[in-house]
């Protein structure tokens, strides 16, 4: 029995290894912190990289029992797709690519998953089994979860500190976020930070205008208006029935909204992009960072991904009826 216990727990620790290298990149677990933040009803997330750590912290809901639970279990969730963007019960696991020591701190609930705490810790899933905090840490005013990932070491930092740039986190991702309206980044390293923020400009029955506005060391670096056209579709019976279709959980929901999003100027007159221009791409919420559309215009829709959003799953009739409904 013995035997057994051991063989079980030595093989869900190699699971969870493979899992979290899955990942495409080592900043591929921010793309899960924004998200998760947006499905806690924040309305702003912080950024902090200082020293060996990243600190991130967000005001939405404070963790509840089930969150706990679901932080600690492979492929499982509190989350439905109904709901929320993020819902497999993977995305935290990306953490550990990048760190053998995490703590969280929310409402009543502080822990951390330490390798280090374990002699025997590739005998041990120690990725998912929680340890208490004695001391809580001091949260920013105002925000109410922080996570702190102490990194494995400098270079990864490094490549940390180039995925927060522009290039990975655009001022454009949170065009299609539903309730993130600001996101803060402070690089203590190399003493800058950066501030993205999303206003509504306009509102009618048929569209919306959003203004996008990025600060750098507090001063105004850019500022985009973007007119958003939504469509809320039926997702049909065939779809419905098929095998990756309910592989992803998808088979149970109803309806499905898309969208695309023009760039204006600030009198309100359409902006024609060149095709290939930075980051006019496809976004299932967040950017899919390797999947250029070719148009000159953003579609945003729940396109089924590959685990840190790379790209699209192919061969695939739910993605098929999505870009349909986009066209």
Same mark, same amino acid.
């Given at each position: 029995?013995?035997?057994?216990?051991?063989?079980?727990l030595?093989?869900?620790?190699?699971?969870?290894?493979?899992?979290? !290298?899955?990942?495409p990149?080592?900043?591929?677990?921010l793309?899960?912190?924004?998200?998760?933040?947006?499905?806690?009803?924040?309305k702003?997330?912080?950024?902090?990289?200082k020293?060996?750590?990243?600190?991130?912290?967000?005001?939405?809901?404070?963790f509840?029992p089930?969150?706990?639970n679901?932080?600690?279990?492979?492929?499982m969730?509190?989350?439905?797709?109904?709901?929320?963007?993020?819902?497999?019960?993977?995305?935290f696991?990306?953490v550990?690519?990048?760190?053998?020591?995490?703590e969280?701190?929310?409402?009543?609930y502080?822990?951390?998953?330490?390798?280090n705490?374990?002699?025997?810790?590739?005998?041990?899933?120690?990725?998912?089994?929680?340890?208490?905090i004695e001391?809580?840490?001091?949260?920013?005013?105002?925000?109410?979860?922080?996570?702190?990932?102490?990194?494995?070491d400098?270079?990864v930092?490094?490549?940390l500190?180039?995925?927060?740039?522009?290039?990975y986190i655009?001022?454009r991702?949170?065009?299609?976020?539903?309730?993130?309206?600001s996101?803060?980044? !402070?690089?203590?390293?190399s003493?800058?930070?950066?501030?993205?923020?999303?206003?509504?400009?306009?509102?009618t029955?048929?569209?919306?205008i959003?203004?996008?506005?990025?600060d750098?060391?507090?001063?105004? !670096?850019?500022?985009e208006?973007?007119l958003v056209?939504?469509s809320?579709?039926?997702?049909?019976?065939?779809v419905?029935?098929?095998?990756?279709t309910?592989?992803?959980?998808?088979?149970q929901?109803?309806?499905?909204?898309?969208?695309v999003?023009?760039?204006l100027d600030?009198?309100e007159n359409?902006i024609i992009?060149e095709?290939?221009?930075?980051?006019?791409?496809?976004f299932?919420?967040?950017?899919?960072k390797?999947?250029?559309?070719?148009?000159?215009?953003?579609?945003?829709a729940?396109?089924?991904t590959t685990p840190?959003?790379s790209?699209l799953a192919?061969?695939?009739?739910?993605?098929e009826?999505?870009?349909?409904e986009?066209?």
């Amino acid at each position: 029995m013995n035997a057994d216990k051991e063989f079980v727990l030595s093989s869900l620790n190699r699971g969870i290894d493979r899992l979290q !290298k899955a990942f495409p990149r080592y900043g591929s677990f921010l793309m899960e912190f924004i998200q998760n933040a947006d499905d806690a009803e924040s309305k702003t997330l912080l950024i902090e990289i200082k020293g060996n750590e990243v600190i991130i912290s967000n005001d939405g809901r404070p963790f509840s029992p089930e969150d706990v639970n679901s932080i600690c279990r492979v492929g499982m969730s509190s989350k439905t797709p109904k709901d929320y963007i993020g819902y497999l019960g993977v995305g935290f696991k990306s953490v550990f690519l990048i760190s053998n020591f995490s703590e969280i701190h929310s409402g009543d609930y502080r822990f951390k998953f330490n390798k280090n705490d374990w002699p025997e810790s590739d005998k041990i899933p120690w990725q998912v089994i929680p340890l208490w905090i004695e001391s809580p840490l001091p949260l920013p005013p105002g925000y109410k979860t922080l996570f702190k990932i102490h990194v494995i070491d400098e270079n990864v930092i490094k490549r940390l500190q180039e995925e927060t740039t522009p290039e990975y986190i655009s001022n454009r991702m949170l065009l299609f976020l539903r309730n993130l309206k600001s996101i803060g980044i !402070k690089d203590k390293l190399s003493d800058n930070t950066r501030t993205i923020k999303k206003f509504l400009y306009k509102k009618t029955k048929d569209y919306e205008i959003y203004l996008i506005q990025e600060d750098f060391n507090e001063e105004l !670096k850019s500022q985009e208006y973007w007119l958003v056209f939504r469509s809320t579709c039926q997702v049909p019976s065939e779809v419905k029935k098929d095998k990756t279709t309910k592989d992803w959980e998808r088979d149970q929901v109803d309806k499905r909204e898309v969208i695309v999003a023009f760039r204006l100027d600030s009198q309100e007159n359409l902006i024609i992009e060149e095709k290939g221009t930075a980051h006019i791409g496809v976004f299932s919420f967040l950017p899919l960072k390797e999947v250029p559309s070719g148009l000159n215009f953003l579609i945003q829709a729940d396109f089924l991904t590959t685990p840190g959003r790379s790209e699209l799953a192919r061969e695939c009739p739910w993605n098929e009826w999505l870009a349909k409904e986009i066209y």
